[in-house]
């Protein structure tokens, strides 16, 4: 199973070789199993990669994230190879009934604001009990945008009064963002794996979104990058700060009474989710937050 997020940060040549990723730098030469790699995360901008070695990591299923030249996510590589039972899975997608759609999105909010709740328990030892009353309300599909007043709520109390999550020119959304765009690259990646359009979503539908049912999945699983954000919050965004942010995809979480890393845990999760809208009785999206791992 591939478990490594390799990152690379300084000028490289990167190229294949015998089943390796060959990672060359001013510092000599590494040779990476491109199966044990799970993410592959361009960072910086004077890194070159051969056409061959792009290849062997998308038919090998690697996550491939270019970052621009301030180092923020940019664009990812996406295998036209998909899942051997993509086109009858795209089928009962483009049929998700509605029912099934707002009973899923309504537990997704449940468990996003519960487990910001549980953020603000675990990192401030303070207690909201609005958090766990709005969490108790939200109805089929969100009916009443419970999930927007939670964040009216949740952002201040985290990160201080003042803080607005639309304002780009505030340095904390810098690192919020950094993280959720590597949470939505994790989510897109399973999604296309299980052979699902990552464009089709249950609640969001921007037709400029290519990432609609990625960015739904992913809602109950932002409060983790926030815990992290939370412990860097008066650091600017540096390699460092990346890096921290990066490691939640390798912190341990509680997900269904079982201890996993939170990119296992994201996988099972899609899986439960689309079992879900395919017609399973079931809801599974509960998740016990455990902290963010990092110091």
């Known amino acids: 199973m591939a478990w490594r997020t390799v990152v690379i940060t300084s000028h490289a040549k990167l190229n294949y070789r ?3 990723l060959k990672v ?6 590494e040779q990476i199993p491109i199966d044990d790699i799970k993410v592959l995360i361009i960072a910086t901008t004077r890194a070159v990669i051969t056409a061959y070695a792009m290849n062997e990591l998308s038919r090998r299923g690697v996550k491939v994230i270019f970052c621009d030249e301030r180092g923020m996510p940019a664009g990812e590589l996406m295998p036209y190879r998909g899942n051997g039972a993509q086109n009858k899975n ?6 998700w009934d509605q029912a099934h759609r707002d009973r899923i999105w309504q537990q997704i909010v449940k468990t996003k604001i519960l487990n910001q709740d549980r953020v603000l328990n675990h990192e401030l030892v303070e207690a909201y009990p609005e958090l766990m009353r709005l969490a108790g309300e939200v109805e089929l599909g969100d009916e009443h945008n419970r999930e927007a007043q939670a964040a009216r709520l949740y952002f201040p109390r985290l990160f ?24 939505l690259a994790t989510f897109s990646r399973e999604i296309v794996a299980n052979g699902y359009l990552t464009q089709l979503g249950i609640h969001h539908t921007g037709w400029e979104n290519a990432f609609n049912l990625a960015s739904d999945l992913m809602e ?9 954000v939370l412990k860097q919050k008066d650091q600017p965004l540096t390699l460092e700060t990346k890096l921290n942010l990066i490691g939640v995809l390798d912190q341990v979480i509680t997900y269904q009474g079982m201890q996993m890393d939170l990119t296992q845990a994201v996988q099972r999760y899609v899986r439960d989710c689309l079992n879900y809208l395919n017609g399973d009785t079931k809801v599974v999206t509960e ?3 455990e902290g963010c791992g990092t110091e």
């Open 24 to 29: 060359q730098t001013d510092h000599g030469a």
């Open 287 to 289: 998740m016990e937050f």
């Open 90 to 95: 795209i089928a009962k997608q483009l049929l």
């Open 220 to 228: 109950p699983f932002r409060p983790f990058v926030d815990a992290c």
């Open 18 to 20: 015998m089943n390796d």
């Open 160 to 183: 201080g009064k003042g803080v607005v999550r639309s304002d780009e020119r505030q340095a904390i959304n810098g690192h919020l963002n950094y993280g959720y765009s590597l949470l």
